[in-house]
């Protein structure tokens, strides 16, 4: 019998080494590196604890939802689709086509569309589509931006491939540089994860960045994902999105989407993470497969949910006020910050990155002295091997608390980190 000493919140694991030893190749998760990180110490006493920390807005999630579980109730009861259901590919696909502007009929919604129950499990599952045993005969290569979303790298470790971490720093306007990319990575490249609006910089791809990297996931034969979670939360102008660029690009055999995934959420855009919807979209020979992929592996998404899904789709009003929520916070955040740390306006997305000098340091006096809570940077990224960690200087704050509890933060974190 294996003597199991296991805790979730700690982050240890088994006392014996047992099952997939690829996942010791990752850290922990960097929120519970973060409860580590933080566990020892106590913030002064009398001050509300301010958690900026996790993407998980905390508006109040639309009425919709609601309404709309309730009436589709008797949805409960029945196993769904793994396509979920002609309504929802329709919603899905409208929004797509309204928001992006494509050319009438080019999307075909019912085979380039799959409903996700929150885009982290596929953007996970998708590194066992997308990688092979052997790319050009060597371990094929899964590229991510650095800093990056943690479920790209543990997608491409336990999918058994190489992670390369792109550095996307200031010099790079904050997204990996395409033209240092070498024809010897770019052939054994099996997939490579793109962030726009990109968490944690708020940097957006423009067309051409864009139309370069989908035409190198043409040449070189892999798997484009452009995690778009972030495209309705912007600031001064709508982020343009990979499929309205592949639309304009030539196409591939007739085909306008070859090699190319985008992922969108109800997470951010309707401030409902607890819903877990999102939908991925794109390439139908990659959708079909990736289909008989998850009809093994995942749970579809419950009737109910779809139907409230399908109704968030359709609306734009809430998603118009969620805007100018942010719109609100950043000018509070600008107002109390001016430029300092480096501060810039994002894009998109809706988190400060902010310089301080050593982010774990800071995150550290934030929570002892203001019982402010936010992600050091360097949780976020990794070091390549003779570069400095790209995180390692900044803190993530999330902009997901209501605008004056904002204005109090980042007033706090003035006074604390001067
Ligand atoms: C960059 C990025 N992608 C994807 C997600 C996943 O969102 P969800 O699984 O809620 O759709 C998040 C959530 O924080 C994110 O920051």
Same mark, same amino acid.
Request: hydrophobic share 40%; aromatic share 10%; with cysteine.
């Given at each position: 019998m294996v003597s199991a000493d296991f805790s979730v919140n700690s982050g240890a694991v088994f006392t014996e080494a047992i099952g997939n030893d690829r996942l010791d190749l990752l850290t922990d998760y960097p929120f519970t590196r973060l409860s580590n990180l933080l566990a020892p110490i106590t913030p002064r006493a009398n001050v509300a604890p301010v958690v900026l920390t996790v993407g998980e807005p905390q508006h109040t999630p639309p009425a919709i939802i609601e309404e709309t579980l309730r009436a589709s109730a008797?949805?409960?009861n029945k196993y769904p689709p793994v396509g979920g259901t002609p309504e929802f590919r329709a919603a899905?696909?409208?929004? %797509?086509?309204? &928001?992006?502007d494509l050319p009438a009929g080019l999307l075909q919604a019912d085979s380039s569309i799959l409903p996700l129950s929150g885009t982290r499990e596929a953007?996970?599952?998708l590194a066992l589509l997308a990688v092979p045993t052997q790319k050009a005969g060597r371990q094929p290569a899964v590229l991510m931006p650095n800093p990056f979303y943690a479920p790209y790298e543990g997608a491409a470790v336990m999918a058994g491939a190489e992670p390369v971490f792109l550095s996307a720093t &200031?010099?790079?306007?904050?997204? !990996? /540089? %395409?033209?240092?990319?070498t024809? @010897? %990575?770019l052939e054994r490249t099996a997939l490579f994860y793109l962030c726009t609006p990109a968490n944690p910089q708020g940097a957006a791809a423009t067309p051409a960045y864009l139309a370069k990297a989908i035409g190198l996931a043409r040449q070189y034969g892999f798997v484009l994902a452009v995690d778009e979670c972030y495209a309705e939360i912007w600031l001064d102008a709508p982020p343009a999105g990979a499929l309205q660029v592949a639309a304009g690009l030539p196409y591939q055999d007739g085909k306008p989407w070859s090699n190319l995934l985008v992922f969108h959420s109800l997470s951010k855009r309707s401030s409902a993470a607890g819903l877990r919807s999102g939908f991925v979209a794109g390439d139908p020979a990659l959708i079909g497969r990736f289909s &008989?992929? &998850?009809?093994?592996?995942?749970?579809?998404? !419950?009737? !109910?949910? %779809? #139907?409230?899904?399908t109704a968030l789709w359709r /609306? @734009?009003?809430?998603? +118009? @006020?969620?805007r100018a929520a942010y719109r609100a916070k950043f000018a509070a955040a600008e107002a109390e910050l001016g430029g300092r740390y480096g501060y810039r306006r994002p894009a998109g997305g809706f988190f400060l990155w902010l310089e301080v000098g050593n982010g774990? +340091? #800071?995150a550290k006096r934030l929570w002892a002295e203001g019982a402010v809570r936010v992600l050091p940077g360097a949780y976020l990224s990794r070091s390549n091997p003779g570069e400095p960690n790209p995180g390692e200087a900044f803190i993530r704050v999330a902009l997901v608390q209501d605008t004056d509890t904002v204005a109090q933060a980042c007033a706090s974190i003035v006074r604390i980190l001067g």
């Open positions: 008797s949805g409960w899905t696909g409208d929004w %797509l086509n309204r &928001r992006y953007l996970f599952m &200031r010099e790079t306007g904050f997204l !990996p /540089d %395409l033209d240092a990319l024809p @010897e %990575l &008989r992929l &998850r009809s093994y592996g995942c749970a579809g998404m !419950p009737l !109910p949910i %779809l #139907a409230a899904s /609306d @734009e009003a809430h998603v +118009e @006020e969620n774990e +340091e #800071a």
